[in-house]
């Protein structure tokens, strides 16, 4: 079946680096990817919606400077979190999907913290 | 490979009969379940989770059985309303809570 691999599943980093988060689909083509992060009651919240040969579509409240999406290929995005902080600590996941399918394929996640 | 399946792409249901959705699991050391459910265009949101101590987990017209032995879980909503159409997806965790591993959703449609 569909898989999506996420890597780092963890990273700890310092106040002011960046940190970048590999999604990639491992046997079918991506062309809708979505990044998520998670809160509190365990809720997701959408940051932002790339589509193939696109740029990304930010949610409202998501700095798109300060968490860089790229979707460089059919199989790869990443998410970058810029100069980070610690109230960026939390739990990032991100979904794919293709035209031909109605389902949703996650990666496994990445626990951040920002020291 | 898929670790956790969720096998019915859609369900549809008449309004006030009992929804049922399943979930199956391969790795025995999961140990906390989560259901999310999905409106288009938005995030998932957290709807009911069970740990691997309990079999049955009710909230309101929610409830999450989880059989370990045959690494099955199932989300019962009853009864079905119309606001209840989502796409729903089933999670499973290890008990570091690092990793979250998600159905790939089922599509429910509550017939008025």
């Known amino acids: 079946g569909a898989v999506v691999s996420q890597h780092p599943s963890r990273v700890i980093c310092k106040s002011g680096t960046s940190v970048k988060i590999e999604c990639r689909s491992l046997?079918?083509?991506?062309?809708?990817m979505f990044w998520y992060r998670q809160f509190p009651k365990q809720s997701l919240m959408l940051m932002a919606t790339?589509?193939?040969?696109?740029?990304?579509?930010?949610e409202q409240g998501v700095e798109k400077d300060k968490f860089l999406i790229n979707h460089a290929s059919l199989t790869l995005s990443t998410l970058t979190v810029t100069s980070a902080h610690p109230e960026d600590s939390s739990f990032y996941i991100c979904?794919?999907?293709?035209?031909?399918?109605?389902?949703?394929?996650f990666g496994s996640g990445t626990r951040l913290t920002v020291v | 490979d898929q670790q956790v399946k969720q096998n019915s792409p859609s369900l549809s249901v008449q309004e006030g009969r009992i929804s049922i959705l399943n979930c199956d699991y391969t790795?025995?050391?999961?140990?906390?379940f989560l259901w999310y459910k999905k409106y288009p265009a938005e995030g998932p949101t957290f709807l009911i989770s069970?740990?691997?101590?309990?079999d049955k987990n009710e909230d309101g017209r929610f409830t999450v059985f989880l059989n370990k032995s045959a690494k099955h879980l199932s989300l019962h909503i009853v009864p079905s309303q119309p606001g209840d159409s989502a796409v729903y997806f089933c999670a499973a965790s290890g008990y570091t809570g690092n990793q979250f591993y998600f159905g790939t959703g089922t599509s429910l449609t509550v017939i008025p």
């Open positions: 979904s794919a999907s293709t035209r031909a399918s109605y389902g949703y394929t």
């Open positions: 046997d079918f083509q991506a062309t809708t």
């Open positions: 790339s589509n193939e040969g696109s740029k990304a579509t930010y």
């Open positions: 069970i740990s691997s101590i309990k």
């Open positions: 790795n025995s050391m999961f140990d906390y």
